[in-house]
């Protein structure tokens, strides 16, 4: 029934088995792999890298951080590549049971490289996982989550002065990952905290 009345599937790292259930059944359309790239889903709140990491944390499954102990073990000690408010605290959100979720630095040319790297490596070369392309979740079109409805806001974020520089980082973010995950992937998005002002979503 599912390949009969969709168009294209979204599924996460580890679906793989029913997404080919569902193209033996007939489905012929994209099959896409979810990830969200603006956030990584991590242990705590942690204010900083000074507080201790919790190393057996395992991350979703549907974020660029999934295995356990990898968001201790690559992220914590790079403070530079979270968003902080105005207290120097790294910004973050709880979303329903799936826990805290913090907020990355697309102006951070390493934070860009790392994602970029493995978000390349699920859709191209020997470790590629055989969707055929990926939905890019949670790009966002303004400050407007960050300073007005993430858990620890106060109204600013440290490495942004303004919309348009946001806005610029997250142009150059999507492009390397465009550039990592080559000329011929599927790349969809889903695009978030729009001013409705009708002329965001052009950088991108």
Same mark, same amino acid.
């Given at each position: ?10 599924? !996460?790292? $580890?679906?793989? @088995? ?11 359309? +994209? ?11 991590? +242990?705590?709140? %942690? ?44 910004? %973050? ?8 979720? %913090?907020?990355?630095? +697309?102006?951070?040319?390493? *934070?860009?490289? %790392? ?10 070369? +020997? ?13 966002? &079109?303004? &400050?407007?989550?960050? !300073? ?6 106060? $109204?600013?974020? &440290?490495?942004? @002065?303004?919309? @348009?520089?946001?806005?610029? @980082? *997250?142009?150059?973010?999507? $492009? ?29």
């Amino acid at each position: 029934m599912l390949a009969e009345r969709v168009d294209f599937i979204t599924l !996460t790292y $580890g679906d793989e @088995a029913y997404r080919d259930a569902v193209r033996l059944a007939g489905f012929d359309g +994209p099959i896409l792999q979810y990830l969200s790239v603006g956030q990584v889903n991590g +242990p705590g709140p %942690y204010r900083n890298s000074n507080v201790a990491c919790d190393e057996g944390f395992e991350p979703l499954r549907n974020g660029i951080v999934r295995e356990a102990g990898s968001f201790c073990g690559d992220l914590h000690r790079h403070e530079d590549w979270f968003l902080h408010n105005g207290a120097g605290e790294r910004l %973050y959100s709880v979303v329903g049971v799936t826990g805290v979720w %913090y907020h990355m630095n +697309p102006a951070n040319a390493e *934070w860009r490289t %790392y994602a970029s790297q493995r978000i390349a490596r699920d859709i191209i070369g +020997p470790e590629a996982l055989g969707y055929d392309g990926l939905l890019l979740d949670n790009v966002e &079109l303004s &400050l407007k989550k960050l !300073t007005d409805q993430v858990e620890n806001r106060d $109204g600013t974020v &440290l490495e942004f @002065a303004s919309d @348009a520089d946001y806005q610029s @980082a *997250w142009a150059t973010y999507l $492009g390397q990952i465009r550039a990592s995950a080559g000329p011929e992937t599927q790349l969809w998005a889903n695009m978030v905290s729009d001013l409705n002002i009708g002329s965001t979503w052009a950088l991108y």
